[in-house]
């Protein structure tokens, strides 16, 4: 099937940032993609533009209800110059999970997957090659009728931004220091913990902003009802060694099904490793660190890649993971993961998509 996609190239193109001090989702390339919804008419009229600011009424329900889903994905150069995605299909299958949850009309993921190729080749100078960089491709949705009553509205834009980025955290890629939250909660079953929408994030500051106060990257949720069991952290699933085998929490409704979480857990069975998806509570954590067994944790996400985890702190507990350094499986992971999206590691998955 060919999709019709008009293209408006800019006629100024942008000074680029250096890009060995790019830090996270600070710059923006010269174009982005765009796509209208109404009822009655489906999407419609997708383009590529030039990167610009968008105009919509003060009544557009998105500013007031938070109708709203995302992605987070990225494109990578390999030695040669040749760019690929990574595993673009399975971010446009939750992007349609995340647009369901929110009674949000599905995108036709073909159309969606020609854009990002059309866009990321047409932006593809933007593509850093640094050691831990690569373009960040942000897709969106966003309701857009005018009109205050609460029911799903009868507009919407599907926009693709991109930008190019180095590490999520100010760490760069040495361990964070994660605060256990005690007190707020993320999401419930039933809820829309595991969908990709706004409101996840911003319900989170507040905890993220205290936990910052006392010198930590992000928070560690507990579940909403035991208020015990590890769910994920505010930007990236977790996993733990504990011994021989590596544990991570199972998809339970209220966690994200994250697409490196997923690469991770076919990686590590590769390579023969246990692993387990389900519940883990912070008191099975705080018991595996004092006798020795929690050997080492680690974030995964597209924006955190693997992130190794130097401490815990769960109720003024401090627990010094690996002493505090990157402990051998992330870095393991780490270096697998990361030579694959940048072409120097051969793809046993079939994980690129290679434009
Ligand atoms: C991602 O990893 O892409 C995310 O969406 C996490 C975050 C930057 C909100």
Redesign the pocket.
């Known amino acids: 099937m060919s999709y019709s996609i008009s293209i408006e190239r800019t006629s100024a193109l942008k000074q680029k940032p250096d890009f060995s001090q790019l830090g996270f989702g600070k710059y923006f390339t010269d174009h982005m993609f765009i796509v209208e919804y109404d009822d009655g008419e489906g999407w419609h009229d997708a383009r590529i533009v030039p990167y610009q600011p968008i105009s919509l009424d003060p009544a557009a329900k998105v500013f007031h209800y938070g109708q709203t889903v995302f992605e987070?994905m990225k494109a990578y150069k390999d030695a040669e110059g040749k760019v690929a995605l990574f595993r673009p299909f399975k971010n446009l299958q939750r992007l349609n999970r995340s647009n369901d949850r929110l009674s949000i009309p599905a995108i036709d993921e073909g159309l969606a997957l020609e854009a990002l190729k059309q866009l990321v080749t047409i932006d593809e100078s933007w593509i850093p090659t640094e050691e831990g960089t690569s373009l960040y491709i942000r897709p969106f949705v966003i309701s857009t009728q005018a009109a205050l009553g609460v029911s799903p509205s009868e507009k919407y834009l599907f926009m693709i931004i991109m930008s190019p980025v180095g590490a999520?955290y100010r760490e760069g890629i040495n361990p964070v220091s994660i605060y256990v939250e005690p007190q707020y909660v993320r999401a419930v079953p039933g809820g829309v913990g595991n969908a990709?929408t706004g409101g996840n994030?911003a319900s989170g500051l507040k905890a993220q902003e205290e936990a910052s106060d006392k010198g930590y990257s992000q928070v560690l949720w507990l579940d909403g009802v035991h208020r015990k069991y590890i769910e994920e952290v505010g930007?990236m699933n977790v996993f733990f060694k504990l011994a021989d085998k590596v544990v991570t929490p199972a998809l339970s409704g209220s966690i994200l099904d994250g697409v490196t979480r997923d690469s991770v857990i076919q990686l590590l069975k590769y390579w023969n490793i246990e692993v387990e998806e389900r519940a883990i509570s912070i008191d099975e954590l705080v018991e595996a660190y004092r006798n020795g067994t929690l050997e080492e944790a680690f974030g995964t996400?597209?924006?955190?890649v693997i992130s190794p985890v130097g401490e815990l702190n769960w109720q003024g507990e401090r627990l010094i993971l690996n002493g505090g350094q990157t402990g051998p499986l992330a870095a393991k992971l780490y270096g697998f993961v990361t030579g694959v999206q940048r072409g120097a590691v051969e793809d046993p998955f079939g994980w690129l998509l290679k434009l």
């Open positions: 987070g999520y990709k994030y930007s996400g597209t924006a955190a």
